[in-house]
């Protein structure tokens, strides 16, 4: 067993100081400093730092030059090494728009790595989060939309049976002209959570899909609708109607440059940490010195540009995904001046309660997992426990 001392314990509501955590490979009790540790306790000196849940990353594409639809043996381990070395504990592996052959490929490779489990210093890896192909053509960001694509039952039993029921999450623009019913059928029946993504929807077409289990928006203000005109009548957007409606939850891109101060200070007035998970979205380039990369898989992507710390199309019309890591959106939202029980909430149990893992993370809770991180007085991390062991 291991005790941090001398550190503040951050959670979800406050920040404690005097106390110590305990902990084996789950959390075995919170102490009064005072108190004598038990003889066999290995103890760990924070320095009047901070202790923190491990993070949970719901949008992440790639890290440390690989991304999560690539064949290459080790890639999906190479992830989720890099991302645990940045305090990410636990994440859905995300795709993109691609040819389906890609696609396919990349959930069974994903499947097999969820059956067999991640390395022992890597990220846990939750689930599939397939984020397309059914998005809307007319706010594509950078994916690769072509034209409107609509789910059917026949390609949703052959995901199905490759991801050998591991897809958690499956984003797609509300709007689409069918396949909606079919896909919220489906997810209902199978676990998965929705969310609203890449999509030209207004608020009532937005509200009407939550009632249909849309209950997330992905990264939102990318790719997103506000207040627009359709023809001659005002209609309010995606955005308004996530904060309408109490039960919606949204991700926000942490990276410090996909979103504003503002903006992310007026989310978390309106929605609450509990409603916000900050994300990275981060793709292969995160956790690397590159200055071009590809987005998605490595022959297949498309190739964009790496400058001022993100990813972005060659063209420079559009962000192309975050190269950050967790640690860096936690610092960001800190920075913006996000609380530092919210910005760790943010991070660490509202992911965990979106994605459906709380009862087992997001906070150090009793009897939940020992993913731990330690925090300088700065806020840079210092070390990361996954399972109980020291990682970083
Ligand atoms: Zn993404």
């Known amino acids: ?37 038990p003889a066999d306790v290995e103890t760990v000196d924070a320095r009047g730092g901070f202790v923190l849940p491990g993070f949970i990353d719901l949008h992440v594409h790639g890290g440390g030059g690989y991304d999560f639809l690539d064949g290459d043996p080790g ?13 990410t504990t636990a994440l859905f ?33 939750l689930g599939i989060h397939l984020e397309g192909p059914w998005l809307s053509p007319s706010n594509v960001g950078a994916q690769a939309v072509a034209g409107e694509r609509t789910p059917t039952a026949c390609e949703l039993d052959r995901l199905l049976a490759l991801s050998a029921g591991t897809i958690a999450r499956i984003d797609a623009a509300p709007e689409l002209s069918s396949g909606i019913d079919l896909l919220s059928a489906f997810a209902s029946e199978h676990g998965i959570l929705l969310s609203v993504a890449h999509s030209a929807a207004n608020a009532e077409t937005t509200l009407a899909a939550y009632e249909k289990g849309f209950t997330h928006i992905t990264h939102l203000y990318c790719s997103t609708t506000t207040e627009h ?21 949204v991700e926000l891109i942490g990276d410090g440059k996909h979103i504003p101060r503002e903006t992310m200070l007026l989310c978390f007035k309106i929605k609450g940490a509990e409603k916000v998970a900050l994300v990275t979205d981060a793709m292969r380039a995160a956790g690397t010195d590159d200055r071009t990369s590809i987005l998605g898989e490595k022959t297949t992507g498309t190739p964009v540009l790496v ?22 959106c936690f610092k960001t939202a800190l920075r913006y001046g996000v609380p530092l029980p919210d910005a760790a909430r943010s991070c660490a149990l509202t992911p965990a309660e979106i994605a459906g893992v709380a009862d087992k993370r997001g906070s150090l809770d009793v009897g939940k997992v020992a993913d731990v991180l330690i925090f300088d007085s700065d806020f840079n991390l210092q070390s990361v426990f996954i399972k109980g062991k020291r990682i970083r």
Do not use: W
């Open 1 to 37: 067993m291991k005790a941090i001392v001398n550190g503040a314990l951050v959670t979800p509501r406050e920040v404690l100081y005097g106390k110590t955590i305990l902990f084996g490979e789950t959390v075995e009790g919170i102490a009064d400093s005072a108190a004598p540790l």
């Open 75 to 87: 890639a999906i381990d190479a992830i989720l090494r890099l991302h645990a070395a940045h305090g």
């Open 307 to 328: 400058e001022d710390g993100v990813a972005k199309l060659r063209d420079r019309s559009s962000f192309a995904g975050s190269v950050a890591t967790m640690d860096v």
């Open 93 to 125: 592996a995300t795709t993109l728009t691609c040819p389906d052959a890609v696609l396919f490929a990349g959930v069974e490779r994903l499947a097999a790595a969820i059956g067999r489990g991640s390395p022992a210093d890597g990220s846990a890896l």
């Open 229 to 249: 005109k359709e023809g001659q009548t005002v209609h309010a957007g995606i955005v308004e109607a996530a904060y309408l409606n109490d039960g919606i939850t």
